[in-house]
């Protein structure tokens, strides 16, 4: 079989130990119109580690069969929505510590300088 390799998205995951499911579309002209049509179709990928989540952009490439069913392994994650989120969050965080320590003015330091302006 020759190598191929597929992107698609994980749209089934935590069901079996070490599979999820990845669905593969792509574009196919209509034999008659010539119109383009969506075609998908689900390969069951083997994920040792079990990192894969829902809605993970994966890469996927066949591989000598691991099960009765499983034909493809996991290559690299595109892009994961979970994860961007935690980093996201994280960052956020961070940035709203930093803020905080930099602005904070005690209340008796705020009335000095009041006084001290009249």
């Not at 574009?27 to 079990?50: F, G, Q």
């Not at 965080?93 to 000095?112: D, G, I, M, N, Y």
């Amino acid at each position: 079989m020759p190598p191929m390799a597929f992107r698609g998205l994980v749209t089934k995951v935590g069901f079996m130990d070490k599979t999820a499911t990845v669905t593969v579309t792509r574009w196919v002209a209509h034999k008659l119109t010539t119109k383009r049509i969506e075609r998908s179709k689900k390969y069951l990928t083997h994920d040792p580690e079990n990192k894969l989540q829902k809605d993970d952009v994966v890469i996927i490439r066949n591989c000598p069969p691991v099960s009765a069913r499983k034909r493809f392994k996991l290559e690299t994650i595109v892009s994961s929505p979970e994860t961007e989120r935690a980093k996201m969050r994280a960052r956020r965080a961070a940035e709203e510590a930093k803020a905080s320590s930099t602005t904070s003015v005690s209340p008796t330091s705020a009335l000095r300088a009041l006084l001290s302006e009249q």
